[in-house]
């Protein structure tokens, strides 16, 4: 039996990278404990870590579902985590083109802009 919350640390360190994860861990408390180990589990110990589709792929959803939902917040850390995800620039446009179509411009709209911060900001930080 595979231990989910081992594996998902484990996909968690590989996309996020230490330093994200180690914040977080060190952030914990006791309220939302519960909430985090069903995030490790769950989303980064079954989802993030199934191979039926690929690190860049799921990449390109998950930004996609943000953006289409409107969950803003986390689009700027998975946008740094296609550096290790494989996905690219056009990649991660493509994604938000679909996300114009199929649930709206000014959601899509919103997300090139935090794209475009992100990347801004993770081309400062590497020189």
Same mark, same amino acid.
């Given at each position: ?21 180690? &914040?977080?861990? !060190?952030?914990?408390? +006791?309220?939302?404990?519960? /909430? #985090?180990?069903?995030?490790?589990? $769950? ?40 550096? &290790?995800?494989? !996905?690219?620039?056009? +990649?991660?446009?493509?994604? /938000? #083109?679909?996300?114009?179509?199929? $649930? ?24």
């Amino acid at each position: 039996m595979i231990d989910r919350h081992a594996q998902g640390m484990l996909t968690r360190r590989a996309v996020l990278g230490d330093a994200h994860v180690d &914040r977080a861990e !060190a952030a914990k408390s +006791d309220l939302d404990r519960p /909430f #985090q180990d069903l995030i490790t589990e $769950a989303a980064w110990g079954t989802v993030w870590s199934s191979d039926a589709i690929t690190k860049r792929e799921r990449s390109m959803l998950t930004l996609a579902l943000l953006a289409a939902t409107g969950n803003f917040e986390e689009i700027p850390m998975h946008i740094r985590a296609t550096a &290790r995800t494989g !996905a690219t620039r056009r +990649d991660v446009m493509e994604a /938000f #083109q679909h996300v114009a179509i199929y $649930a709206g411009v000014p959601r899509a709209n919103h997300a090139i802009k935090l794209a475009k911060q992100t990347f801004a900001e993770m081309e400062a930080a590497s020189e």
